[in-house]
């Protein structure tokens, strides 16, 4: 089976090389995903807004691979202050509802100080 690779319209992606996703062998692996708006390449300043972009940006990929949310059995969360987590839970319990993925949340610097989380994932392909 080919591999698929998903780009997005990330300014990141073609300066560093990678692709928001690439479908491999029954699974989709999302590069870490950031929310900032990639029509106006801004990031907001709240981490919860910066968090419901990223998810969308991952459910946009996903949808792209033929997976979605719920296909989802990874998630790693980085963000510089883990203070940040905690107000991005409701976006995630929804975003995820009754197929919670393994998770894991690791406090680490991001490439732009303006951005306050980077959700990556993994999913199999119904």
Known sequence: MPLKRIPSASAY?????YCRAVVAGGWVHVSGTT???HA????????????????????AALKTAGATMADVVRV????????????CWPQLRSAFGDNPPAATMIEAG??????????EVTARLP
């Open 110 to 119: 991001l490439i732009d100080p303006a951005m306050k989380i980077e959700i």
């Open 35 to 37: 929310g900032n708006d």
């Open 76 to 87: 790693h969360y980085i963000l510089p202050d883990r203070d940040d987590f905690e107000p």
């Open 13 to 17: 992606e073609p300066k560093i090389g």
């Open 40 to 59: 106006t390449m801004t990031t907001p300043e709240s981490v919860v807004e910066q968090c419901e972009l990223a998810l969308g940006h991952i459910a």
